[in-house]
């Protein structure tokens, strides 16, 4: 079997971008994979945060996970900082990257864009990330197209640290959708959507009442252009409705643009997609948000077991290296 993992952050709420990008993807692979799924708290920590906020949004995100259909008896779903040999292997990691390859990250160029102050972490975070990865002798990367570059980064290291102390990591690749792998911002379809600078109704968030998201596509910007086409350079809108669209009912986008010559009943079509695709996920989410014991309970047996996994391949690096053992 493959060995699969993925991560995402505990920085505001699960959005049909996550879902349709990755967290659906990750559903799937539970079944036909051994997988890790991994609720990346420490990468939250490299943009300030409220303090104290951190552990109920982690929490919050795990069960929204699990509503999503990942279940712990098939996979392992656990926090990042409980499992310490990520600092440790990231550590290594920020020593095995190379300035100019973090500064020309994408990502981060966005990220620190216009910020009055920038941490260390928020630069070197794509070097823990590759350790996120690494340490789970990761095959396949399940991601949105936004992180293509961190996971091709992920490779390149991998591939230096063997080449410099030997075979120690398996060298993971991205798998990434055809459709949904990009979901755009419903108002600026120029721009991905995303939890830290989309407004309200450009977002659609995995408990938005029904009668809300069909609002928001309703709303959905789109272009006087007057035709259905796939163009994203000059129909933004349009293509992110037809792939949203693609994506919720599995058909391609192509095919659903040759079903329709009207925005309208596009926009209305690809909300009650939409509605169909949340209904079953927060039905879930209410119970699994009235039991977080239970849920904190499926993250520590998770925990339990990435550790195993994790404190072999660090040992395994350590020993490459040359680190003096402890015993
Ligand atoms: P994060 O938390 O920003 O996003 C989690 C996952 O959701 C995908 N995604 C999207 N997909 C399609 N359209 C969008 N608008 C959209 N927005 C987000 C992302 O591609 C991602 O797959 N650095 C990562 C977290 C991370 C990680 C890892 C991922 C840390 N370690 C190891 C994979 C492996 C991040 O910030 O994702």
Redesign the pocket.
Known sequence: MPRV?????P?GEL?L??L????RNWVEDQHRADSFY?V?DL?ALTVPGEPGALGRQTLDLAAALLACGLDPEVCTLFVQSHVPEHTSLGWIMQCTTSFGELRRMT?FKDKSQGQESVSAGLFS?PA??AA??LLYDTDQ???????RQ??ELTRDVAERFNARYGDTFVVPAATIPRA?????DLQQPER????STSGDAGIVRLDDDPAVVVKKFKRAVTDSLGEVRLDVDHQPGVTNLLSILAASTGRSPEEVAGAYDQYGPLKADTGEAVVELLRPIQERLGELRSDPGAVAEALRRGADKAGGVAAEVLERAERSIGLLPRR
């Open positions: 993992f993925s991560g995402i952050q920085t959005h971008g996550n349709l990008g990755a967290v991994c990346v990468h990502q975070y823990l990330q996120d990865i990367v399940p991601v949105g197209e936004d992180q961190h996971i949904g792998a990009r979901v755009m991905k959507m995303s939890k």
